[in-house]
């Protein structure tokens, strides 16, 4: 069974850096493409960017490119959203996902609050 | 990048209807379309991909079509397990954007 189990829950304070994970199992995790979409309260599905742990190629979605970085280790079979300086905008669930036509496996999600 | 429209952003129905929602995308996606259900508190579960193949394990009261750059989700016989959040999903090229979603409500 494909399973991806993410990081817990973060408060964090605005300027602080952050690093969330999300770890595969259950699947050949190098030959399937990552991906992390970002829910805001009450609001809809947001898609960051996308990573293949293979070659760690990535793509990232305009509103999000320089905002926030994706890696993986492959070794570890898992892969990481990460901030350098939060802000209190960057307050959501964050999710990870499985890419094979559309995402077909998604993690739990991991609660960011960013708050002063 | 593809923008992806979705309507209605929400509507009431009762258990039994027949319910329909739409995503229009802003160029030509060929079939790379996915449907999303989300239930609050939960992560988004696949419905259907490539316009209108069912994922396994959902129930065949579900169903996908595209015509052109529209597509629709169609849920047959809504029953009341689904009521939930509804979003559509391009993955033609980067970035894979979604719809604005669809929250489906009891009437």
């Known amino acids: 069974e494909v399973q991806l189990v993410q990081s817990g829950a973060e408060v964090k304070k605005p300027g602080e850096s952050l690093k969330i994970s999300c770890k595969g199992s259950?699947?050949?995790?190098?030959?399937?493409?990552i991906g992390w979409v970002r829910q805001m309260p009450a609001k809809g599905l947001e898609w960051m960017g996308i990573?293949?742990?293979?070659?760690?190629?990535?793509r990232y979605s305009p509103s999000f490119q320089g905002q926030v970085t994706i890696s993986v280790d492959k070794s570890l079979n898992t892969s990481y959203l990460q901030w350098t300086s939060l802000k209190a905008s960057d307050t959501a669930m964050y999710y990870c996902?499985?890419?094979?036509?559309?995402?077909?496996?998604w993690g739990q999600g991991t609660l960011v609050t960013v708050s002063s | 990048a593809i923008r992806m429209s979705q309507s209605p952003s929400s509507f009431s129905a009762s258990t039994g209807d027949r319910v329909t929602i739409t995503c229009r995308a802003s160029?030509?996606?060929?079939?790379?379309l996915a449907w999303y259900q989300q239930k609050p508190g939960r992560a988004p579960k696949l419905l259907i991909y490539?316009?209108?193949t069912l994922q396994s394990g959902v129930p065949s009261r579900f169903s996908g079509s595209r015509s052109g750059t529209n597509f629709t989700l169609t849920i047959d016989c809504l029953q009341p397990e689904d009521f939930a959040s509804y979003y559509c999903?391009?993955?033609?090229?980067?970035?894979?954007?979604f719809g604005g979603g669809t929250k489906v409500e009891i009437k």
């Open positions: 999903q391009h993955y033609y090229y980067s970035p894979f954007t």
């Open positions: 490539a316009a209108s």
């Open positions: 990573i293949y742990p293979g070659d760690s190629d990535s």
């Open positions: 996902a499985v890419a094979e036509n559309g995402f077909h496996a």
């Open positions: 160029q030509s996606i060929s079939s790379y």
């Open positions: 259950g699947y050949r995790f190098s030959s399937y493409w």
